[in-house]
């Protein structure tokens, strides 16, 4: 029954992305400065590297995809997003232990309410897909920024496209 | 499996324990009218535009020099004070010409009732402010204030007020307002307060908090310490509760905070998101607006709690919504056509209607308290604030500049405040414009200022 409706979800969303292209953003943004050392006494599955259960151990296993970038008041998954969820979806498979947030963001070219509503629509709608490729929706939390934490800091563009993001963060 | 759940019950419950705020303000306090001093109802001499009025504002007179709470100097200064207060808000709305009081003749405390004609005849000021302030025994300060035509050599207004000594400017609001209406005709707006949030820091790492101050920028006061960003504040209509958003538990959710008790709750018990709050005209509803599963959509809740009712139910963010003064209606933003614009609709949530019709979006709409304008953020390329009326016609732009954004109106509909974002650097400030578009200014605040809210006329 879950998966039916996974599945479908899974659908909806894709359709909604047939036809629209995908702005990458010149550059990724730094990444997120959460990661926190937390000693867990999870076994360290690799030497040297961040411990399981935290951000930079899933940032690594996902290649840095651990975020996915908007199209100016969008919030469809492209084929770029698809992929980082992708990614994303395996690493949450393999460790079932982990959980995490999605932080939806909008950029500063916005009004601050609509932000918080846009940022809500992307958090969930990475979400849904996440969801859609077998994530426990238990597992996943959603929070919007709206405007309020830019990651590029510039008003062009460039800055604006890099704002426009999902951000997928382990919860510690 | 059951430890995650405990792990998400902990995020999602609401850790009320979690706390922002400051030291409560002290509660609104309502202003004593004398009663009536036999004030006169005469005519205006200068009817042809009363934009270009000059009016001389004399130091106020003290019957004897007393000390008070209000002034170290004692009520003689204070009398002066009182002056400059009434010529700052005559003068920086753009509205009269004020001379202040210092240059001006001291009156004596009998020339308040009957000014020296000889000493104001040839001061090209049209209008002349007389009035007095004396220290009670109580502490509390009584302030009489009297606008007179100076061609005519009569009077045109009187009124007095008891204030607590640490409402002074509050006596001086009443008169700019008494002077402004008898003037213009319109009502006042003055004696009124003004919530937003103070940002500071780095564009990437602000810190955002609630604070409030006088419509003139003084009496500022922070409500929150800024350990959490608060956003988009609303005074309710009797200033005893604020409206507003807070990440306090770390995730957005709106507050009421209650003034007098320095305490504040959710405006409703879900683990949702909620934002965009918005008081009724009578204060007893709150709107608000609810994302559910990434769906957006406006809510309404009776102010003592309970029930919510669900307003708008589009595919699409609805969001924010604005009741006109006499409550039956609300405009509100959604973006179910493809890109936000304005709706209207009945209170109630039915006839649902779009009303902007001109190109661009639209967003933020504010009904005005006259209710014959709605003003909002126009967005095409550049954000402009812009008025329309309740049909959608008389598209009128009043400013002009890279992010203009959320209106909202003085209580008596004629001026407008908003925030303006600086380009890059993303510094913010608070403007004010009138009804024309020809009066712009910035106001003054300790620090950066986003999402002001105009609250009514003070008791």
Redesign the interface.
């Known amino acids: 029954m879950n998966r039916n409706l996974a599945i479908v979800v899974l659908l909806t969303s894709t359709a909604a992305l047939a036809g629209c292209k995908t702005t990458a953003p010149e550059e990724l943004p730094p990444q997120q400065a959460t990661v926190t050392p937390a000693a867990t006494p999870t076994p360290t599955p690799t030497t040297g590297g961040p411990v399981l259960g935290t951000q930079g151990h899933f940032v690594n296993a996902v290649n840095g995809q651990n975020i996915i970038y908007f199209d100016t008041?969008r919030?469809n998954i492209d084929s770029a997003d698809a992929a980082a969820l992708q990614m994303q979806a395996q690493y949450l498979m393999q460790n079932a232990?982990i959980?995490v947030t999605i932080e939806g963001h909008a950029d500063?070219?916005g009004?601050?309410?609509?932000n918080?509503?846009?940022g809500?629509?992307r958090?969930?709608?990475a979400?849904?897909y996440l969801v859609g490729l077998g994530v426990p929706a238990?597992?996943i939390?959603?929070?919007?920024y709206?405007k309020?934490?830019?990651?590029a800091?510039?008003?062009n563009a460039e800055a604006w496209a890099q704002n426009r993001r999902a951000v997928t963060v382990v919860?510690n | 499996m059951k430890k995650l759940l405990v792990v998400f019950s902990l995020i999602f419950a609401a850790p009320l324990a979690a706390q922002d705020l400051g030291s409560a303000p002290p509660p609104v306090e309502q202003v004593e009218v004398l009663e009536d001093q036999g004030g006169l109802t005469g005519s205006v001499t200068d009817t042809s535009d009363w934009q270009d009025l000059g009016i001389a504002i004399a130091g106020f007179a003290a019957d004897r020099d007393q000390p008070t709470a209000a002034n170290a100097s004692g009520t003689a200064a204070l009398g002066k004070e009182l002056a400059r207060v009434i010529t700052a808000d005559l003068r920086n709305n753009g509205l009269f010409k004020p001379t202040g009081p210092d240059g001006l003749p001291q009156p004596s405390f009998a020339q308040v009732t009957a000014p020296e004609w000889a000493s104001w005849t040839n001061r090209s000021a049209e209008m002349l402010v007389h009035g007095y302030v004396k220290a009670g025994a109580d502490g509390r300060l009584t302030v009489g204030c009297y606008l007179y035509d100076v061609a005519l050599k009569s009077e045109l207004v009187r009124q007095g007020w008891v204030v607590p000594a640490r409402d002074w400017r509050r006596a001086a609001h009443k008169c700019a307002d008494l002077v402004y209406s008898r003037l213009s005709g319109e009502s006042p707006f003055f004696d009124s307060r003004i919530a937003y949030i103070a940002e500071t820091g780095p564009k990437d790492n602000r810190t955002k908090r609630l604070a409030i101050m006088d419509s003139d920028g003084a009496n500022h006061r922070f409500i929150t310490t800024g350990r959490s960003t608060a956003l988009t504040p609303r005074y309710s209509p009797d200033y005893r509760k604020l409206l507003y958003l807070s990440y306090v538990d770390g995730n957005p959710r709106i507050y009421v905070y209650d003034i007098g008790a320095g305490k504040q709750t959710l405006v409703t018990q879900s683990s949702n998101p909620t934002f965009a709050p918005r008081w009724s005209p009578d204060g007893r509803s709150i709107l608000y607006s609810m994302a559910v599963a990434g769906n957006t959509d406006i809510y309404r809740v009776s102010a003592d709690g309970g029930q919510s009712t669900r307003l708008t139910n589009a595919p699409g963010i609805d969001v924010g919504g604005s009741y006109s003064p006499d409550g039956s209606k609300i405009v509100f933003e959604s973006d179910r056509s493809g890109s936000q614009q304005i709706y209207v609709m009945d209170a109630d949530g039915s006839n649902q209607k779009r009303v902007s019709f001109f190109g661009g979006r639209a967003a933020t709409p504010e009904w005005s308290p006259r209710g014959d304008q709605i003003a909002f953020t126009h967005i095409a390329g550049d954000f402009r604030i812009a008025v329309m009326n309740p049909g959608g016609g008389g598209l009128r732009f009043l400013t002009d500049s890279w992010q203009d954004e959320a209106p909202t109106w003085a209580p008596n509909g004629r001026i407008i405040q908003f925030f303006r974002t600086e380009r890059n650097s993303g510094r913010t400030s608070l403007w004010q414009v009138d009804l024309t578009g020809r009066n712009e200014r910035r106001l003054d605040t300790p620090a950066d200022a986003s999402d002001p809210a105009w609250g009514p006329i003070l008791p």
């Open positions: 008041d919030y232990a959980t500063e070219r009004t601050r309410d609509y918080l509503a846009l809500e629509r958090a969930n709608s979400k849904n238990n597992r939390a959603t929070v919007s709206g309020e934490r830019p990651v800091l510039g008003s919860i």
